[in-house]
């Protein structure tokens, strides 16, 4: 446990500065871009990463899954673990530039639908080639397999401090939506590219491999896993990131846009957890390739409640401070909106202290019940917010995302206990 606490304060640390970063890039380009504008950056973005999700076959987790019972906890040699990488990298970018032709045309039908200039559509469609750029998943698979976590924290530092530089420049000489659209494109590349030589650097110093040196080729079971979590994180796409398109089509830019600043601040929120998820799912995909059922329960159990505390103290923090700190940052005309932010928070602060949960959940190889799980639950949410959305706008899309996460987490937790039995 004292290892996993260490490995997930480095990533809580470096990521909380990262995440810090980013929001302060957003709500200096908020206030810059105004409410409408914003709106439309907002889904520029968010498609970007919609379709980023859809596409990515999220190698970093059968890299870890069986990479694991690749290398020998005796040996510095890992035996067919760089065919296995060099697999998953080769993945990595077919997909990758698949999506980015998926992106840019989805981006200029989405501004025609929503009657966006052409100049406009037209730099949402260039946008869309950064998904061509999205390479990192085997590397984060080996930052995180090797449990060695300040590689991937300084890349992605260094990709934040220039973003954020980049847009203060932008915001010192005036640019409009099309200098930030390429900010963000730029900064993106930055840091897929160097996370994967960073990564490659680290496997060759700790293994003395390279990564093409048995070739490329995976298992049948390896491509297999891949597919299933694949399908099942494009399943769980209405509530990530595809809720804002969602907001923006049912509600307006506006929406969207106060919205997506909301969904940020559950970002920086979600900090707290995404680096306990990095660090105990390796942890837990060991003990398991171990036959070690109960030990991956117990530390699932001590994980969750470590994020209980955070959580709560994080709650109790932001509820007097919002009402007047909102309205500050970013400007009267968002002030209205702190009650959203504050419900944002909470929101996301139960869903934290479940984390571990949906990390032993992959795990323990439970990819089919997981899809069904998210289909179900994704079904509801689009449902809820066909019903609540036009009306609620933003806290009426909250409200149902806060109904999935609950959903979400009691069938896996009956699945679990169903089959322990």
């Known amino acids: 446990m004292k290892a996993l606490v260490s490995n997930a304060s480095i990533l809580f640390s470096g990521g909380m500065l990262v995440s810090i970063m980013a929001v302060i890039s957003f709500i200096l380009v908020a206030r810059q871009l105004g409410p409408d504008v914003f709106g439309i950056f907002a889904l520029c973005t968010s498609a970007v990463l919609v379709i980023d999700r859809l596409v990515n076959f999220q190698s970093w987790q059968a890299i870890v899954r069986f990479g694991s019972e690749l290398v020998d906890d005796n040996s510095k040699k890992g035996g067919g673990l760089p065919r296995l990488v060099a697999g998953c990298f080769l993945f990595d970018v077919i997909t990758a530039l698949i999506g ?3 992106a840019c045309l ?14 406009t559509r037209f730099a949402g469609a260039i946008f869309g080639l950064v998904v061509g750029s999205k390479i990192s998943g085997s590397a984060i698979g080996i930052f995180r397999l090797l449990e060695d976590y300040w590689g991937q924290v300084y890349v992605q530092l260094v990709a934040s401090i220039v973003k954020l530089a980049l847009v203060l420049v932008g915001v010192y000489l005036d640019w409009g939506i099309l200098g930030f659209l390429a900010v963000w494109a730029a900064t993106e590349i930055l840091m897929q590219f160097g996370l994967t030589l960073m ?3 680290k496997f060759r110093a700790r293994y003395n491999l390279k990564i093409f040196s048995e070739g490329v080729g995976l298992e049948a079971e390896v491509i297999r896993f891949m597919v299933w979590t694949n399908v099942a994180v494009a399943a769980d796409l209405p509530a990530k990131e595809f809720d ?8 307006g830019e506006r929406a969207a846009g106060v919205y997506k600043i909301a969904r940020q601040g559950m970002a920086l929120v979600g900090k707290v957890s995404s680096p306990m998820y990095q660090a105990v799912y390796p942890v837990q995909s060991k003990m398991l390739a ?7 329960v117990r530390i699932t159990l001590r994980s969750s409640m ?9 709650v109790l923090v932001s509820w007097p401070l919002l009402p007047s700190l909102v309205p500050l940052v970013l400007g009267s005309d968002y002030g209205a909106v702190w009650a959203l932010f504050l419900f944002a928070v909470a929101v996301k602060s139960l869903d934290n202290i479940f ?13 089919k019940a997981n899809l069904l799980i998210l289909l179900i639950a994704n079904g509801l949410l689009l449902v809820g917010f066909w019903l ?8 009426g899309a909250l409200a149902c995302l806060a109904a999935q996460a609950i959903f979400v987490l009691c069938s896996k937790i009956y699945v679990i206990n169903k089959r322990a039995v």
């Open 244 to 251: 804002v398109v969602i907001v923006g089509l049912l509600a």
């Open 388 to 395: 609540v959305v036009p009306t609620s706008g933003a806290i």
């Open 290 to 296: 171990k036959r070690d059922r109960a030990g991956a």
């Open 106 to 119: 989805s981006i200029y039908l989405l501004g025609f639908w929503m009657e966006w200039s052409a100049d």
């Open 100 to 102: 980015a032709g998926v």
């Open 199 to 201: 990564a490659f650097f």
């Open 355 to 367: 984390t571990p949960v949906h990390s032993l959940f992959i795990a323990l190889g439970y990819i």
């Open 306 to 314: 470590l994020l209980t505390a955070v959580s709560a103290v994080l």
